[in-house]
């Protein structure tokens, strides 16, 4: 098979690059994506279906954006890969796309983001804003009202994430009462909380990645907790990067009761997901909770396994070309890539986090949502209402038909 | 902030004026992921045009293209897509009021940054033409609103202050601008109305002179104007 090298073992092994960040400031989620993408490597070299095993080449950028661009360098110059499984946040993976394209190699890109990007030599396995910015708006103005509170790090995904979270709320009559940036990494977050207070928005949209999110959420809690039963409740905390791992490094008091935007939950009751559970936890210990970043990444290294087998080579082109004739059943549920953007076909959740370190899980979509990228075909008031606590607030739906009679 | 927010260019028609090849398919599948329809033609006659909101042309090949409109005045945005960064094909783009570029090879990135230039800076374009014209056309009636002025000031024996307040009211009054009404009031075949509405103090313009002056709202007032002015 081209692109392969036969090694003493009878089946030839293709190098795959692994870039995620196991040290620096998102070291968690990091540290949760490359266990997600070994976990697949060492499954496909057990399954004897496939004519070829995967070899990881593993570089960790340690959370610095220039230091990215320097471990692509390694891994396709030096290394020779040609597929990379990697990056987390958007700046580093703004940082290496030129390169990819430039080497004409292909990044499997195993997180959610905020779209407004379709590179031919990106594969988008996370999901796209309208499958998960989209579902967490729809749910948090019909349940608890439309003034938000937006939070974030200072960096794309905040920035973009949060704008088109003010497009949906503005669009549907709401508004976002402040819009708070901390750079990566700061943990000064009492000027937030005081401020929260005082504006008493009816939730908070957070955007905060690695510590800040959770010295954010820490303190949240805390000042939750000095209010006592009988003070005022602070506005309920809704986020799209919020996982399981995440919860773990919380105090068990401060991990219940916030709303996450998600493809992937643990506690998705499935034969697949129970699999997927049971062999992360015999291979990294049965205390390792799975993530929506593990098993995106999982998901990303068995899509580009199944491409390869398909498409007889290891090669770009041919890759990329079968990539969107198969559909993978994956532990969140059916996954294929979309042919017209390399985005995938995902299902969206809504989940709410317990004392435990788990999500209960609110909503499931009904089946895969197209990924609409550019959100040329969102609709910011019908595809938020499918999402809406109904039946819960009957103001919301009655507010929502007078805005129908309206356009 | 409307609900069509999200898609400003769904729906939109985009002509491209470029050879079927490697970058044309590039450009064909990112406007499609924008969901723009697309026209495809090359080359193309003056009088083939299709009704699009948007032209892509191949600035390689710029001597080929003839578009329907007075050169340096595009109807729709224009996007050069450039291959050799000349000064003659840079030149040649620019003067017939080209919006944004599209540098080759054609990438999935920057194809959304050329069309969100072109439709801004087009209508900016347009937007500040209609003022200067505007603001030619106001200089070019200077001479009306002084002559107008001298003629009230003598005929009625007003301060040059008197008569411009009274031109100004009377403006107001009737909803026209102070050229237009500067324009009736000189034009002989309403001189009644000098005489009914302008001339005596106290009195305003009746229904019928108001009639009279909307009426003479329409295009080459001001040709005729020129005319009667000089």
């Known amino acids: 098979m081209a692109g392969m090298v036969t090694g003493i073992r009878s089946r030839p092994e293709v190098g795959v690059g692994l870039l995620f960040s196991t040290t620096g400031t998102y070291r968690t989620i990091g540290t949760a994506m490359l266990s997600g993408a070994l976990l697949a490597i060492e499954e496909i070299a057990a399954d004897a279906s496939f004519d070829f095993k995967l070899a990881p080449v593993i570089e960790n950028p340690g959370g610095s954006v220039p230091y990215y661009y320097a471990c692509c360098e390694t891994l396709l110059r030096r290394r020779g890969v040609s597929h990379v499984i990697g990056c987390y946040t958007s700046s580093s993976r703004k940082e290496v796309i030129p390169f990819f394209e430039r080497c004409d190699a292909l990044l499997w890109y195993p997180s959610h983001y905020e779209g407004f990007e379709c590179s031919d030599n990106v594969i988008y396995v996370g999901a796209s804003p309208n499958q998960h910015i989209a579902p967490l708006a729809g749910y948090l103005m019909s349940a608890y009202g439309r003034r938000g509170y937006c939070v974030g790090s200072n960096y794309i995904w905040p920035w973009e994430s949060t704008r088109i979270m003010r497009q949906i709320l503005e669009a549907n009559g709401g508004t976002v009462v402040a819009e708070r940036y901390l750079p990566l990494g700061v943990k000064d977050v009492k000027h937030i909380i005081d401020e929260i207070a005082e504006l008493e928005p009816d939730f908070i949209y957070n955007s905060l990645i690695g510590e800040s999110c959770y010295a954010f959420i820490e303190a949240f809690s805390a000042a939750s907790a000095r209010r006592g039963s009988g003070g005022a409740r602070l506005p309920i905390i809704g986020s799209c990067t919020l996982s399981e791992p995440e919860l773990l490094a919380l105090r068990p008091e401060a991990r219940g009761g916030h709303i996450s935007s998600s493809v992937y939950f643990q506690t998705i009751d499935s034969a697949e997901n129970h699999r997927f559970i049971r062999r992360y936890r015999k291979r990294f210990g049965s205390s390792a909770v799975a993530s929506a970043d593990a098993e995106a990444s999982y998901v990303a290294v068995l899509l580009l396994a199944h491409a390869i087998r398909r498409a007889g080579s290891t090669g770009i082109e041919a890759v990329r070309s079968v990539a969107h004739e198969f559909t993978l059943e994956a532990p969140q549920g059916a996954v294929h890539v979309d042919s017209e953007n390399n985005h995938c076909h995902l299902t969206p959740r809504l989940g709410r986090s317990t004392e435990k370190g788990d999500f209960e899980i609110l909503y499931t979509a009904d089946g895969p949502l197209r990924p609409d990228p550019y959100l040329v075909w969102f609709d910011p008031i019908r595809d938020t209402r499918n999402w809406s606590a109904i039946g819960h607030d009957r103001s919301y739906c009655q507010w929502i038909e007078t805005q129908e009679m309206h356009r | ?230």
């Not at chain 2, 064909?28 to 193309?44: D, K, N, T, W, Y």
């Open chain 2, 1 to 230: 902030m409307n609900s069509n927010a999200f898609s400003s260019f769904r729906g939109q028609t985009a002509l491209i004026l470029h050879d079927a090849d490697r970058d044309q398919r590039a450009l064909v599948a990112q406007l499609s992921r924008l969901g723009l329809i697309i026209e495809q033609r090359c080359p193309m006659g003056r009088h083939e045009w299709p009704q699009v909101d948007i032209c892509f042309f191949d600035a390689d090949r710029c001597r080929n293209h003839t578009f329907p409109w007075t050169k340096g005045e595009p109807r729709v945005p224009l996007i050069a897509i450039m291959g050799s960064e000349t000064p003659e094909r840079i030149q040649w783009s620019l003067s017939h009021g080209t919006s944004a570029f599209l540098v080759k090879p054609i990438r999935s990135s920057g194809t959304y940054l050329a069309l969100v230039t072109a439709i801004q800076s087009f209508a900016q374009r347009r937007s500040l033409l209609a003022d200067m014209r505007e603001l030619q056309e106001r200089v070019r009636a200077r001479r009306l609103l002084f002559k107008a002025l001298l003629k009230l000031m003598i005929s009625s024996n007003l301060t040059d202050d008197e008569a411009f307040e009274k031109l100004r009211l009377e403006s107001m009054r009737c909803q026209v601008s102070m050229e237009e009404l500067c324009l009736t009031y000189l034009r002989d075949e309403i001189s009644s109305y000098h005489s009914s509405a302008l001339g005596q103090a106290g009195t305003s313009m009746g229904r019928s002179s108001k009639v009279t002056l909307l009426a003479s709202r329409r295009p080459g007032n001001y040709s005729r104007s020129k005319k009667v002015a000089s």
